[in-house]
Nanobody
Framework: VQLQASGGGLVQAGGSLRLSCVAS????????MGWFRQAPGKERDFVAA????????LYTDSVKGRFTISRDNAKNTVYLQMNSLKPEDTAVYYC????????????????WGQGTQVTVSS
């Protein structure tokens, strides 16, 4: 199983980025997907999750109204559209897959991608 995240970069505060995560070696539509992030010296925190067919989404409070998670099962890809970015959004962003329902519990995810760096300058 491989999850390949991309789309990170350096952006000014108030800007936007779209992260993508392509899955291979897994039946993508059988997995709920999540995005997590980890800032230096901090725990890996939940950002957003989406159900198998995309109808059920969860967000951590700090990104509600700014970030949108979506998926395209035909492309085995999950996206994270990030708008109105803030310096505190700076972190390595990871995608993850779970056989279960979408959740913010990182221990519920069986598969993880390698991460993509997002840096928001003030």
């Amino acid at each position: 199983v491989q999850l390949q995240a991309s789309g990170g970069g350096l952006v000014q505060a108030g800007g936007s980025l779209r992260l993508s995560c392509v899955a291979s070696g897994v039946t993508f539509s059988s997995h709920a997907m999540g995005w997590f992030r980890q800032a230096p010296g901090k725990e890996r925190d939940f950002v957003a999750a989406i159900g198998r067919i995309g109808g059920n989404t969860l967000y951590t409070d700090s990104v509600k109204g700014r970030f949108t998670i979506s998926r395209d099962n035909a492309k085995n890809t999950v996206y994270l559209q990030m708008n109105s970015l803030k310096p505190e959004d700076t972190a390595v962003y990871y995608c993850a897959a779970t056989w279960g329902t979408p959740t913010g519990d990182r221990y519920a995810y069986q598969y993880w991608g390698q991460g993509t760096q997002v840096t928001v300058s003030s």
